[in-house]
DNA sequence: ATCCGATATATAGATGATCTATATAAGGAG
DNA sequence: CTCCTTATATAGATCATCTATATATCGGAT
């Protein structure tokens, strides 16, 4: 099923931290992983996850260091920091908090609520 | 808990059809309702409302009429049309679809998946 | 009588996340 | 040599939402 592209944004940047907690992976992997850990629900693109990583890393919740690989370019690793561990913490807390909001929508319609 | 709006972000339509799904409503009370049925999480706001139901009534999801009030302001009240039913009905299987791929990875770390 | 807040709808302009398209670069397949 | 995959990067466009503002009516406070 095609995902309404307008139903799905804002929890990227979550998804990407919450990534790098099983350690450091370099980006085009993380495009990879997300797809296969979501079931192919995620097709994260490369325009999107590289602009992101920047500004993760500016606020300081990723640090990055190049390594070379067996063959093609090298590749650039991100690590979780400790405030990008505690930022990722906040955006699951809040993520939580909007999921079971939806849900409490979608589930208590007025005409037939219990309460 | 103050909701990370960069979390939140493209499910109003979704919310707003499916109040309408229990009767017409005026957009001020969407509004209300649906700070009430989130337990106070979604403040959807009067600027972001307005312009997204008039887009729901140009896709031919809602159709709008105006009714007096008692006192005040003549309401305007919003139906769901048939389509907008269908719409609805695919946008809670997107929500759903998302929100169980979300839940995949944040729950399966490749660290202590057990497969 | 006037000002302010709540109800009620509406639009303009700004912000921000994501996408598409494009560029670079290395390696392997045909 | 050219194309596809891996791998990173940036510019420009799109779209949802927010802030600020405007309109209009009513009730309460000054």
Redo the contacts between chains.
Sequence with gaps: ?E?????????M???VL??L???DKYGYQMIE??KR???D??HLKAGTLYPLLHGLEEKGFVTAYEREAAAGKPRRYYHLTKEGGAALR??????N??????G???K????CAGA
Tied chains: 1, 2.
């Design positions: 099923m995902l309404d592209k307008s139903l799905v944004s804002g929890s940047a979550l998804l919450k990534l907690e099983d350690g992983e997300l850990r979501s079931d629900t995620f906040e955006k699951e807390e809040s993520w908090a909007y999921a079971r909001a939806v409490r929508v979608l208590g319609g007025a005409c």
